[in-house]
């Protein structure tokens, strides 16, 4: 119940309090007519609504206004007045006594509903507390996961830089040895045929096997469809091998005076024509690997003075001729190019002794020349023997 609604209705049924003038016997002892004029009790007793409930008391009331004017002097009217507070006066404290004890239930009931407001709240507080410190403990704990999480990534990206750089460098270092050994193979190959570039496909021992093979297929068919009644074996081959020294030549005089102009444009480009001397190693070793990668160029301009040259040659229209001065071609120049160029060795005199170390025989037994048939292949001028040519004993 509501604490004021409880204290308003107490003081609305309690008689006066022991402050006021008048002082209330609660067993019926009869007061003073004085301090009864006086008494809030005699103005209460007046108005109060206790005598609502049937017509006594409103005859009561007006008896007791009208003892309060005109009789509260005369010892009989106080009799009655006393009579009156003897009768009514009981009820009344028994009604003071009642509502007290309703007031002291109530109070203690409030008492209790504190009491118990109080712990609730203790424990509310104590679980409130408890949840935010769980929550503080929560978010300090994420903080740190975060933190940690941060300085993983941080750590992570420090390293996948360095492992960038270590990845950089290691490449910068493989291509700086990849340029040195290239340099250095260079070099090292510069006037040095012993010393090939495996990666080359032309290599000199390469140049050889496919010169021995232009011998067994571009020049057989060539020389069958040369041949017609009335020319003999050694006219026909005569003319084969003419082809190749004149195209051997020529590739040899092409291939040095592209590689002198070369040079010369790199050392003095504002006058092409002179010459410098001897180049230094570096631009002779660009010079050469120019040549190789031109060869397409270089040896169509080759095969169409060769083509004008020899046009007398069977038909013009021959593929055996074409494929046959294209094949010399590609393979002179190729060996004109070399550092140093591929020797050609188109044989001794006729009747000389044959060398069996550099020579094959033809279709012949014998120990004396007589007509070249394919001429040996040498690593350079005066070098080694790379492949055997072929001629005809008498």
């Not at 109080?118 to 994420?142: C, G, T, V, W």
């Not at 000199?204 to 068919?221: I, R």
């Given at each position: 119940m509501d604490q004021d609604a409880v204290n308003s209705t107490a003081s609305n049924r309690r008689p006066p309090n022991s402050n006021e003038v008048f002082e209330i016997d609660m067993h019926g002892s009869n007061p003073s007519s004085k301090s009864f004029k006086k008494s809030s009790i005699f103005s209460n007793w007046r108005t109060s609504n206790n005598f609502d409930c049937c017509f006594c008391g409103w005859l009561i009331r007006r008896f007791l206004i009208f003892c309060k004017k005109f009789l509260m002097k005369s010892p009989c009217i106080r009799y009655a007045t006393n009579l009156v507070w003897g009768v009514f006066g009981n009820q009344e404290g028994k009604r003071y006594q009642d509502n007290e004890l309703e007031i002291n239930e109530l109070t203690k009931q409030i008492q209790d509903y504190?009491?118990?407001?109080?712990?609730?709240?203790?424990?509310?507080?104590?679980?409130?507390?408890?949840?935010?410190?769980?929550?503080?403990?929560?978010?300090?704990?994420?903080?740190?996961?975060?933190?940690?999480?941060?300085?993983?990534?941080?750590?992570?990206?420090?390293?996948?830089?360095?492992?960038?750089?270590?990845?950089?460098?290691?490449?910068?270092?493989?291509?700086?040895l990849t340029r040195l050994s290239a340099l250095a193979g260079d070099r090292l190959r510069l006037n040095n045929p012993g010393i090939a570039d495996l990666s080359d496909e032309y290599r000199?021992?390469?140049?050889?096997?496919?010169?021995?093979?232009?011998?067994?297929?571009?020049?057989?068919?060539f020389y069958e469809d040369l041949?017609?009644?009335?020319?003999?074996?050694?006219?026909?081959?005569?003319?084969?091998?003419?082809?190749?020294?004149?195209?051997?030549?020529?590739?040899?005089?092409?291939?040095?005076?592209?590689?002198?102009?070369?040079?010369?444009?790199?050392?003095?480009?504002?006058?092409?024509?002179?010459?410098?001397?001897?180049?230094?190693?570096?631009?002779?070793?660009?010079?050469?690997d120019f040549q190789k990668k031109t060869v397409p160029w270089a040896i169509e301009a080759v095969k169409k003075k060769i083509m004008k040259k020899y046009e007398d040659l069977s038909d013009n229209k021959s593929e055996s001729k074409r494929k046959y001065i294209e094949r010399c071609v590609q393979l002179c120049w190729m060996m004109s190019i070399q550092d140093p160029p591929m020797h050609l060795d188109f044989g001794p005199e006729k009747d000389s002794v044959i060398d069996k170390n550099v020579y094959k025989l033809f279709t012949k037994t014998g120990d004396a020349l007589d007509f070249m048939v394919w001429p040996a292949v040498f690593l350079h001028h005066n070098g080694p023997l790379v492949q055997k040519g072929v001629l005809q004993p008498k």
């Open positions: 504190k009491e118990r407001l109080a712990q609730f709240n203790q424990a509310y507080n104590e679980e409130r507390q408890e949840k935010e410190s769980a929550l503080k403990r929560e978010k300090n704990y994420i903080q740190a996961y975060n933190e940690e999480r941060q300085e993983k990534e941080n750590a992570l990206a420090r390293e996948a830089k360095l492992i960038q750089a270590y990845n950089q460098e290691k490449q910068e270092k493989e291509n700086a000199p021992n390469k140049l050889a096997e496919k010169f021995s093979e232009l011998y067994d297929n571009e020049w057989t068919e041949e017609k009644p009335g020319s003999s074996e050694e006219q026909i081959i005569g003319q084969l091998l003419k082809l190749i020294q004149e195209i051997y030549t020529v590739c040899q005089q092409q291939a040095e005076n592209q590689r002198q102009a070369l040079i010369n444009v790199i050392a003095d480009p504002s006058n092409a024509k002179s010459e410098n001397g001897s180049p230094p190693d570096g631009i002779l070793i660009k010079t050469i």
